[in-house]
């Protein structure tokens, strides 16, 4: 099939269009090169600028990615070395493809002791359900796509000593607290001495999150776009 | 706390951030309702645009969304009476949220039969799942958010005489087919006698799909922002 007919109306009831999935996937990310500006970044750090463009439909947002120096680095080897990968809500934990993980991402969001100890605290349950990460912190890969509060809270967490990850992806999206968590990572992650890739501003998402997760998964399996 | 103070940085370690979940929200969509061109839609549509946005994090979008004469009232009604929701993928599902239905939402993308039939047919694991729809698809609210194709197959399919759907919410993201399979909906609703909402362009995706038809269940209860 040619791009013409990429898809094609070919009737009042009928629609010819590629339903070959590595077809349109490789078409798609052909598309998100010609359209997105990836100057400004390393082999690996484009996979997952076109993976956050792909998931949004919104080239333009390549401009608000940023890396932390060794961020695709140390995400790719603590993600080889099997890590745990924390999720802030199931959304993000359900877009982490399967097949190339052996563990099951962490989501606590709706374990029984984390709305306890939201309601005890008076605080969200996002932020609640970070108690529950200490354990398994150290090294992980930590993916929040949906609560400020979340990240804010882990920043703070890692501040006063808790174990650090591997890697923070974090990229929740909104209008209240989005934009300034995301800021507040990107402008403590050196003091801290944590590796980090944001999307600034208030656009972001479960999707995003998940998608810049699975970008280091591919990369590591040697499949490029 | 003021405005202002929403979210503040106290020290070099501590954030100062709203934390109640409810003041959140609502600051939220206060901001949305300042930042967003809603003067095109009904109350009820107004509650969807926002609930998009809102998972979006991009006021703009507003302009691209369309809606069938009847939509809302049509998808209200329906999941008022507890009807099938139907999700092209499981992020959609994950994305419905639990306390305001009674009956769980379906996704077949992982069925084994799915699996089998696509690779008979030699199409996309989203158009083979379909088939399993049949059963439940009158009156039910279908929810696409990821492949484009699922929702031209939904399209031929009522086409073609399958049962129809009380609501279509059909908003897939991407580069390749989604805006032209969002186009062919708002194209063919009338004709088809169906009702839809859209998102036309290559913006969508799961979340701002299930927000969609969260903003229904909320209306349901009363819950207007």
Known sequence: ???????????DNAYQYENNPQAIEQESFRQIRELTDL??????QQQVVMRVVHSL?????????RFSQHATQAGREALA??????????MVKQGVTKRMIEREPLCFLNDPRTAELAKNKGE???????SL??????????LIGNAPTALFRLLEMIAQGAP????????????VGAAESKEALWQVHERLGIECMTLLGRMGGSAVTSASCNALLRCNIQEYY
Do not use: N, Y
Request: charged residues 15%; hydrophobic residues 45%; glycine residues 6%.
């Open 81 to 90: 070395k099997h890590c745990a990968i924390l999720c802030d809500v199931e």
């Open 124 to 130: 969200t349950r996002s932020m609640a359900a970070l």
């Open 1 to 11: 099939m040619t791009q013409d007919t990429f898809f094609q109306q070919v009737s």
């Open 57 to 65: 439909g919104f080239p333009d947002v390549s401009t608000q990615m």
């Open 164 to 175: 650090k990850p591997a890697l923070i992806i974090g990229m929740p999206v909104g209008f």
């Open 133 to 142: 990460w200490q354990d398994t912190l150290a090294g992980s890969v930590v």
């Open 39 to 44: 100057s400004a970044f390393t082999q690996d």
